[in-house]
């Protein structure tokens, strides 16, 4: 059940005029039965029992040590050109943000699930009021999604005072995750584009002009704004998480756009066109990764996504190693799942070229790649012992370049993102982080391929400082308005 706080009731349009929203069907239709993924799994130890026993293991291994050394330096050479291109352009790009933002307001719903976020909510509504976008064009609307904590009183509390917000209250386990609640929302707003901010993010003012501007083009089906973190002083985790994001907004989603028109769809201060959205059955609530499912879905119905990194907005990261390993648990497991689901119907889809096809199932196989090196300094140490070591495979030891190619997206960000000098220490802080990636991809993928049930995890917030001015909200009414 899910119940509105309505400040104007006369406001809210009717249910006739909005068009209802697509749900994603009950089941999920690229669901394999998990004994299938087990025989795979069987089928990857026999096979290489079998070739082991046909070929001795020196010789198996060697051929293992290749491939992942051919895989290795696909990627090396796929993060080197991200890095130049990043190097060459980027900082002109942010020069010319400002080009097209007078004259083109099309009619935006502003979204953000909130779960037991009361650290992080006042942040967020109070960046949200201070949008640059002409009130007539724009809708806000929270979604409470069964909280235990303060949240939804607080938003209650703003939303009786402010009158451009709306509230919607899910009961407890209505299942879905962070999509759930995003459809529910969906269903009742009329808008031509849809834009999404989790409960820690704080957009610049100017961020939704610079994202709905893209959508002059009528092939963009969605756009992906720039995400910067705003507590990296809070921990040495924090820290690296603040580098990590240099590297993926100011590098990897730049070098992506630049070079192949590709960027990723993101869960967070990103925008989808409405149409596009409801045709595609809106966000897929069975998957952990919504924003990289809507990507491919995107891609797939003949669409582009853009990337627009002056489209900022600031974020809170992970503070302690646990909750890195929650977060990005979730985001390995349901990666993965995405590869699984959409590579066939890439492989035939007639919108993409051979080139745009190689490259999306590069960015699909990303969180396969941590995986594959913990296999590769498994063979490397076997090798120390004289096990698996073919002179063929051992003239050139390109399984470096999968390390040398993340440190140049690193280092380039460091540089395009003009911070300051002692930050390149953090550079550090990617060993035991790179480390703690290996361990958490692997068991994604074993827990993946094992059917283990998983379900979608909210990220644990630690309220760190915001970026702008929190004014405390007015105390909830004693009886809000709600409607059904």
């Given at each position: 059940?899910?119940?509105?706080?309505?400040?104007?009731?006369?406001?809210?349009?009717?249910?006739?005029?909005?068009?209802?929203?697509?749900?994603?069907?009950?089941?999920?239709?690229?669901?394999?039965?998990?004994?299938?993924?087990?025989?795979?799994?069987?089928?990857?130890?026999?096979?290489?029992?079998?070739?082991?026993?046909?070929?001795?293991?020196?010789?198996?291994?060697?051929?293992?040590?290749?491939?992942?050394?051919?895989?290795?330096?696909?990627?090396?050479?796929?993060?080197?050109?991200?890095?130049?291109?990043?190097?060459?352009?980027?900082?002109?790009?942010?020069?010319?943000?400002?080009v097209g933002l007078d004259g083109y307001t099309p009619s935006v719903a502003v979204f953000v699930g909130c779960k037991d976020e009361e650290l992080v909510v006042d942040g967020m509504v109070t960046a949200l009021l201070a949008?640059?976008?002409?009130?007539?064009?724009?809708?806000?609307?929270?979604?409470?999604?069964?909280?235990?904590?303060?949240?939804?009183?607080?938003?209650?509390?703003?939303?009786?005072?402010?009158?451009?917000?709306?509230?919607?209250?899910?009961?407890?386990?209505?299942?879905?995750?962070?999509?759930?609640?995003?459809?529910?929302?969906?269903?009742?707003?009329?808008?031509?584009?849809?834009?999404?901010?989790?409960?820690?993010?704080?957009?610049?003012?100017?961020?939704?002009?610079?994202?709905?501007?893209?959508?002059?083009?009528?092939?963009?089906?969605?756009?992906?704004?720039?995400?910067?973190?705003?507590?990296?002083?809070?921990?040495?985790?924090?820290?690296?998480?603040?580098?990590?994001?240099?590297?993926?907004?100011?590098?990897?989603?730049?070098?992506?756009?630049?070079?192949?028109?590709?960027?990723?769809?993101?869960?967070?201060?990103?925008?989808?066109?409405?149409?596009?959205?409801?045709?595609?059955?809106?966000?897929?609530?069975?998957?952990?990764?919504?924003?990289?499912?809507?990507?491919?879905?995107?891609?797939?119905?003949?669409?582009?996504?853009?990337?627009?990194?002056?489209?900022?907005?600031?974020?809170?990261?992970?503070?302690?190693?646990?909750?890195?390993?929650?977060?990005?648990?979730?985001?390995?497991?349901?990666?993965?799942?995405?590869?699984?689901?959409?590579?066939r119907p890439l492989m035939r889809s007639p919108h993409l070229s051979g080139v745009e096809k190689v490259e999306t199932t590069l960015f699909l196989l990303v969180y396969h790649v941590p995986l594959l090196s913990g296999i590769?300094?498994?063979?490397?140490?076997?090798?120390?012992?004289?096990?698996?070591?073919?002179?063929?495979?051992?003239?050139?030891?390109?399984?470096?370049?999968?390390?040398?190619?993340?440190?140049?997206?690193?280092?380039?960000?460091?540089?395009?993102?003009?911070?300051?000098?002692?930050?390149?220490?953090?550079?550090?802080?990617?060993?035991?982080?790179?480390?703690?990636?290996?361990?958490?991809?692997?068991?994604?993928?074993?827990?993946?391929?094992?059917?283990?049930?998983?379900?979608?995890?909210?990220?644990?917030?630690?309220?760190?400082?915001?970026?702008?001015?929190?004014?405390?909200?007015?105390?909830?009414?004693?009886?809000?308005?709600?409607?059904?």
């Amino acid at each position: 059940m899910v119940t509105g706080t309505a400040v104007d009731d006369e406001a809210q349009p009717a249910a006739a005029d909005v068009p209802p929203a697509a749900v994603a069907p009950a089941a999920d239709p690229h669901a394999t039965a998990p004994e299938g993924r087990r025989l795979v799994l069987l089928a990857y130890v026999v096979g290489f029992a079998l070739v082991a026993l046909s070929f001795g293991l020196d010789r198996t291994l060697g051929v293992v040590a290749g491939l992942l050394n051919v895989v290795f330096g696909v990627y090396f050479c796929r993060h080197l050109a991200f890095s130049v291109a990043a190097a060459r352009w980027a900082e002109n790009d942010m020069l010319a943000a400002d080009v097209g933002l007078d004259g083109y307001t099309p009619s935006v719903a502003v979204f953000v699930g909130c779960k037991d976020e009361e650290l992080v909510v006042d942040g967020m509504v109070t960046a949200l009021l201070a949008l640059d976008y002409p009130v007539d064009r724009l809708t806000l609307v929270v979604v409470d999604d069964g909280s235990d904590d303060s949240t939804g009183a607080r938003l209650d509390g703003w939303a009786a005072r402010e009158p451009r917000l709306r509230v919607l209250h899910r009961a407890p386990g209505s299942g879905g995750g962070k999509s759930g609640a995003l459809n529910d929302a969906l269903g009742l707003v009329d808008a031509e584009v849809a834009v999404v901010f989790d409960a820690d993010h704080e957009p610049d003012q100017a961020s939704l002009r610079r994202l709905v501007r893209h959508f002059r083009d009528p092939v963009v089906g969605a756009v992906m704004g720039r995400c910067v973190v705003r507590n990296g002083r809070d921990s040495q985790m924090a820290g690296t998480v603040f580098v990590d994001y240099l590297s993926g907004y100011l590098v990897n989603e730049y070098g992506r756009q630049a070079l192949f028109e590709l960027p990723a769809y993101g869960g967070a201060n990103c925008a989808v066109r409405m149409t596009t959205l409801r045709r595609l059955g809106g966000w897929n609530p069975h998957s952990v990764t919504e924003d990289t499912d809507l990507t491919l879905r995107v891609l797939l119905a003949g669409e582009r996504v853009r990337y627009d990194l002056s489209a900022v907005d600031f974020e809170e990261a992970v503070v302690s190693a646990q909750r890195f390993w929650k977060q990005r648990y979730r985001w390995a497991r349901g990666h993965q799942k995405c590869f699984r689901d959409h590579w066939r119907p890439l492989m035939r889809s007639p919108h993409l070229s051979g080139v745009e096809k190689v490259e999306t199932t590069l960015f699909l196989l990303v969180y396969h790649v941590p995986l594959l090196s913990g296999i590769g300094l498994l063979l490397t140490v076997l090798r120390a012992f004289g096990i698996g070591d073919l002179p063929a495979v051992g003239v050139l030891p390109l399984s470096m370049l999968l390390f040398i190619g993340p440190l140049a997206e690193l280092s380039v960000g460091l540089l395009v993102g003009r911070v300051e000098r002692r930050a390149a220490w953090r550079l550090l802080g990617f060993l035991p982080a790179f480390a703690l990636s290996i361990w958490v991809t692997t068991r994604a993928y074993l827990d993946g391929m094992l059917g283990r049930p998983y379900t979608w995890v909210k990220t644990t917030r630690s309220g760190a400082t915001s970026t702008v001015r929190t004014v405390p909200p007015p105390a909830a009414p004693a009886a809000s308005g709600t409607g059904a």
